[in-house]
């Protein structure tokens, strides 16, 4: 029998990294899947519940940051691929805490090329480094235009220039040592298992609990939205087919201002609550705007779509009805991430 092969996925019990972890182990039998988590608040094995026991699948715990770990790791499985999502991913707390981001987007990825490099010491052939990023990496748009993997770089929070000195040293190990890399760049993401502290996840369970929704600045900020599930299948592509060195951006055609989108979800919250029409958006309450907030993000998907074939299978409303329904139905796992550490977070986000 052919030997599995072996492939790290870091970041697999967060939001986006458990659903690339399932689809993979579901997928790909002849795969050997490692899932490496530190368990961070934004990690949670309930997650992978429905995988937990597939033979193909293994959870590692542990620390990108901790080089001596992560070699070890290397040397005892030889890992062929390695799809890298692990990172600290909310800006609101990078503007709290920016060094933290710069130690575990930054730092972890350098130990994790390091090894990768120092694993396979050139014979690169039939190897993979992908790592996952955003498309906030860019910076920001105006009113109009959109942003194509060749826009320049000028990142503006603490969180996207950390994801942007994370995408540099993957090239630069690429251009230098031959080290064998695709990057994605994806706009916002939505669905089941997003941390309550991200815009949808977070609204939806102040409206289930008829708390406030602290809507940033004047509500005009315009965000990309793409379904997780899409997301993780152009992940699939992209690993699969994706051509080395290059960069491709992901995103859901799918633009929304901030306060467009809060006035949906509260219409469609009101629906499914059985609540008076009208009765979500009167929580809205108009807060102090972030620090530099940027204003619009927008991708041109026009690559993976016409050389990968990828676009976005569920239209918004779809995924967002999905996503409601999803969280309704699993106010167990909502109470339970937002105990303990998230109630310090929101007294000092929001008070
Ligand atoms: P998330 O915060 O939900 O999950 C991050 C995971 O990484 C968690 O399970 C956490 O425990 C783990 N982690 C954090 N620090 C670690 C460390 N030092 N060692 C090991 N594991 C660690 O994030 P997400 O939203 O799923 O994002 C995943 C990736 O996708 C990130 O790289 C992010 O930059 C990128 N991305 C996210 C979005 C989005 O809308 N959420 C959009 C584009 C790109
Ligand atoms: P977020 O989900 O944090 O994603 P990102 O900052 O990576 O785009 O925020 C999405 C948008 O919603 C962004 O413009 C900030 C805004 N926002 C609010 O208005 N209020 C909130 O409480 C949060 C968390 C975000």
Sequence with gaps: MNKKKSILITGGAGFIGSHVVRLFAQNYLNYQIYNLDNLTYAGNLENLKDVENSPNYKFIKGDITDENFINSIFNKYRFEAVIHLAAESHVDRSIKDPLAFVKTNVIGTMVLLNAFKSCWQGAFENKLFYHISTDEVYGTLGQTGLFTETTSYDPNSPY?????SSDHFVRAYGETYGLPYVITNCSN???RHQFPEKLIPLFINNIINEKSLPVYGD????????YVNDHAIAIDLVFHKGLNAETYNIGGFNEWKNIDLVKLLCKQMDIKLGRLEGSSEKLITYVKDRPGHDLRYAIDANKIKSEL???????FEEGLNKTIDWYLNNKEWLDNVTSGEYQSYYTKQYS
């Excluded at 509500?219 to 793409?226: M, P, Q, S």
């Excluded at 074939?309 to 239209?315: D, K, L, M, R």
Aim: glycine letters at 14%; a positive charge.
């Design 219 to 226: 509500g005009n900020y315009t965000r990309d939205w793409l």
């Design 309 to 315: 074939g990828w676009q976005p299978s569920v239209t």
């Design 189 to 191: 993401n939505y669905g």
């Design 160 to 164: 996207s220039a950390s994801k942007a």
